[in-house]
C-alpha cells in the first residue's frame, strides 16, 4: 500500500467508446469524493501527439488510471516515449468495467498492478478445464 | 502533428490553502466543460498527489481567499502561470477565460483531428513488416535499429482498421476500435486463428488486395468510359466496393478515395521494397 498512488481519469473526449454513464459517474464520484488527481481529455490524442504530458503523468510512482484495456493504455504511453511502470500501474476499464467498481478501486489505497506484459493469449473455451458444478 | 514546438496549457483546479474549495457540483461542472474541450485539468486540493510541474503553460483557477491571486512566477521565465479566481463564474465562462488563455499562449488547440492511429503491441509483435508492406499511405516506417513503428500517425484513414487484419500476430491495436482484440481487449486463441487466415487479406480475397483492387478498378473504368449516366456510373462503383468492405473491414470512404491503379501500384511496391530493405538488414 502507498499513500502516494496518484489517479489519472481519460474522459475519451473523441470517440464514443466509453459508454457516457460509465465516464459521466466516474467523474462526478472523483469530484466528490474530495480527492487531488489529473484528468485528460483523450490519451489516444495525447500519444498521438507525443505530448510531454504524458511523462509528468508517468514521472513520481505508482497510478491508477481510470481508460479502456490495459494493453491499449499500455501501449499508447510507451509509443510517446513515456512507458508505464509494469508494478506501479493499475488499469481500470471503463468500457467493460461498473462505474462503482472503477470508483472503488480508485480510491482504494491498495495498488493492484495490472499491466499486462509478454505475449499472453487467451485459451478458447474448449481449452479450458472442465469445471463441475 | 507532434508536440515539439508547442506546449498544451494544463489546467490547475486550485482547491488548497487559501482558497475555498468549490462545490462539488460546481467541480464535475467545469471539469466536464474543460475536458470536453481537450484539456487537461488537475485537481489539487489538501488531500493526495497529482503529476509534477513540467513545461506546460499552466492557468490555475480557483476560488481564492478574499479574490486575492497568489504571486507566483516562473523563476527561469520557461513556464507561463496564470492565476483566475472564477468565484461565482460558471462552467461556461471558465472555459472561455482557459480557450482565451491558450490562444495567447499559442497553446495547442484540441479536436481538430479524431485521434485515430495504429498502436503496436510490442509483447507480440514479431517485426514481420506485413503492415509496412500493406499500408499504401506511409504510416508504419522503421527506427534506426530497423524495428518497425508507427511513423506518420495523421496519414492513417479513420475509422479503417485494415492493417490490423494482416498482422499474423494481433499486435495491431486501434483502441478506439469497437471490438476486441483490435480495439486492445486480450487476444484469444480463436482471434489468432481468425488473424492467421486473415494473414494475408490477399487470400481472404482469394488474391492480392491491390491487385484486386486494381482488377476492380480497371473493370469500373472501362464500365465508366462507356457509361454516361455519372449517377449510374457512381452507383457501379460503390456496389463493387461495398461488396469489398463487406469483406475485409475498409470502410466505405477509404476505398472511395484510394489513388488511381498505377498510384496504388506504385505506392505498393514502394512499401514492399522498404519493408525488404528493413528484413534484410
Ligand atoms: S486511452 Fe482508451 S479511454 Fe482513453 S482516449 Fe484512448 S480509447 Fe479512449
Ligand atoms: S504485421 Fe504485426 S507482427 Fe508484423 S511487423 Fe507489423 S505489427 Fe509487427
Not at chain 2, 498544451?8 to 487559501?18: K, N, P, T
Not at chain 2, 507561463?80 to 482557459?98: K, N, P, S, W
Not at chain 2, 483492387?213 to 473493370?219: I, Y
Request: aromatic letters at 6%.
Amino acid at each position: 500500500m502507498t499513500m502516494a498512488t496518484r489517479i489519472l481519469y481519460c474522459n475519451c473526449t473523441y470517440a464514443q467508446v466509453v459508454p457516457k454513464e460509465v465516464k459521466e459517474a466516474v467523474l462526478k464520484s472523483l469530484c466528490e469524493s474530495g480527492v487531488a488527481f489529473d484528468a485528460v481529455a483523450d490519451l489516444c490524442e495525447m500519444s498521438a501527439r507525443q505530448d510531454p504530458a504524458l511523462k509528468r503523468l508517468t514521472d513520481g510512482g505508482a497510478i491508477k488510471i481510470a481508460a479502456c484495456y490495459p494493453r491499449a493504455v499500455k501501449w499508447l504511453f510507451s509509443a510517446a516515449g513515456a512507458p508505464l511502470p509494469i508494478e506501479g500501474t493499475e488499469i481500470l476499464n471503463m468500457r467493460i468495467q461498473k462505474s462503482e467498481e472503477v470508483v472503488t478501486s480508485l480510491l482504494d489505497p491498495n495498488l493492484k498492478p495490472n499491466l499486462p506484459s509478454g505475449k499472453a493469449t487467451q485459451p478458447t473455451p474448449a481449452e479450458l478445464p472442465v469445471t463441475t458444478a | 502533428m507532434s508536440l515539439k514546438d508547442q506546449t498544451a496549457v494544463r489546467i490547475v483546479l486550485y482547491e488548497g490553502s487559501g482558497s475555498q474549495p468549490l462545490e462539488p457540483a460546481d467541480r464535475f461542472a467545469a471539469m466536464t466543460a474543460l475536458l470536453e474541450k481537450g484539456f487537461s485539468v488537475t485537481r489539487a486540493g489538501r488531500e493526495g498527489q497529482v503529476a509534477p510541474a513540467d513545461r506546460s503553460s499552466l492557468f490555475v483557477l480557483g476560488r481564492f481567499d478574499e479574490g486575492k491571486l497568489p504571486q507566483v512566477e516562473d523563476a527561469a521565465g520557461q513556464v507561463h502561470i496564470r492565476f483566475q479566481d472564477i468565484a461565482g463564474l460558471d462552467a461556461t465562462r471558465v472555459t472561455e477565460m482557459v480557450e482565451a488563455f491558450r490562444a495567447e499562449t499559442n497553446s495547442v488547440k484540441h479536436g481538430e483531428w479524431k485521434p485515430w492511429f495504429p498502436v503496436i503491441d510490442y509483447d507480440r509483435c514479431t517485426n514481420c513488416m506485413q503492415c509496412l508492406s500493406f499500408c499504401l499511405f506511409g504510416v508504419y516506417g522503421v527506427d534506426q535499429g530497423q524495428k518497425i513503428q508507427v511513423q506518420n500517425n495523421d496519414n492513417c484513414k479513420t475509422n479503417c482498421p485494415a492493417c490490423s487484419r494482416v498482422c499474423p500476430e494481433a499486435a495491431i491495436m486501434f483502441p478506439k476500435y469497437r471490438a476486441g482484440p483490435i480495439n486492445g481487449d486480450v487476444v484469444s486463441d480463436t482471434d489468432l486463428q481468425r488473424e492467421k487466415m486473415k494473414v494475408d487479406i490477399s487470400a481472404l480475397l482469394g488474391g492480392d488486395i491491390y491487385q484486386m483492387l486494381r482488377d476492380r478498378s480497371e473493370k469500373a473504368k472501362s464500365r465508366f468510359s462507356k457509361e454516361r449516366d455519372s449517377d449510374k456510373a457512381l452507383k457501379e462503383r460503390q456496389k463493387c466496393l461495398v461488396k469489398l468492405a463487406q469483406m475485409g473491414d475498409i470502410p466505405m470512404e477509404v476505398l472511395m478515395s484510394l489513388p488511381a491503379p498505377e498510384e496504388i501500384q506504385r505506392r505498393a511496391q514502394e512499401a514492399a521494397a522498404k519493408a525488404q530493405a528493413a528484413l534484410a538488414k
